[in-house]
């Protein structure tokens, strides 16, 4: 998966990277304009893709088989099916934490983009800038990607939602950004992908939209 959309991730650091540069200062980005970086994508250094994608399944992986977010039910017939959801924010807060300095320093091209925009911090604040637009990008082509762990795997029923949520036994609704997915075996979670595409949208092609829940989405996650 992450083969078909590295080209497109790699733009979307070297853009903000660059974005970063001019927002220091005119000698800032003509450094940077001398390394091998363009805002293209190319020049940046492998390691820094990698590391993403590492990270991001690591950091699903890790949420999904500790942490229940959420949830959301839904009628599906005579009967109500629930479907759980991730909260957007611990993962991206958690995946903006890798050591980007790191794995851009493994390749020569990298110390030298580093050291353009300032040093270390300077380059770990500037790739971190763009994590929340990369997962957000990277889930919507993870949608229905069966992920195999070492216990048991997920399944991405969706990519990143904006909608109402509230803690449950609240009525305090307020936007909220979150995913759903299933964890469980790969049938089991084929199973609950082909029914989340039946009940979590209703309409037609471009006049699709949310369905409405016969309760929730509530989060049960601690603030």
Known sequence: ????IQDELAKMIAKEIYNFAKGKSREVLDALKETTLRPSGSG?????LVAFQE???AVLSARVHSVLDGYTCLPD?????????LLREPLVTR??????????????????????????EEYQTAVSGVIGELFDYTASKYVGV??????????????????SAAPEGTTQFKNTAFLYYSAGSEEDTANEYRLSKKLLTTGLL????????SAGPYITAKS
């Not at 471009?206 to 829940?213: E, I, N, Q, S």
């Open 1 to 4: 998966m992450f083969s078909k």
């Open 44 to 48: 940046l250094p492998s390691p820094i």
């Open 55 to 57: 990270s991001f399944l």
């Open 77 to 85: 017939r005579d009967r109500e099916q629930k479907f759980h959801l």
């Open 95 to 120: 995946i903006q934490q890798t050591n980007w300095v790191a794995a851009s320093s493994k390749t020569a091209d990298g110390v030298d983009q580093i050291k353009a925009v300032g040093g270390l």
């Open 146 to 163: 069966f992920h195999a762990t070492t216990t048991r795997g997920w399944r991405l029923l969706s990519g990143v939602i904006h909608a």
């Open 206 to 213: 471009w006049w699709k939209k949310l369905a409405t829940p």
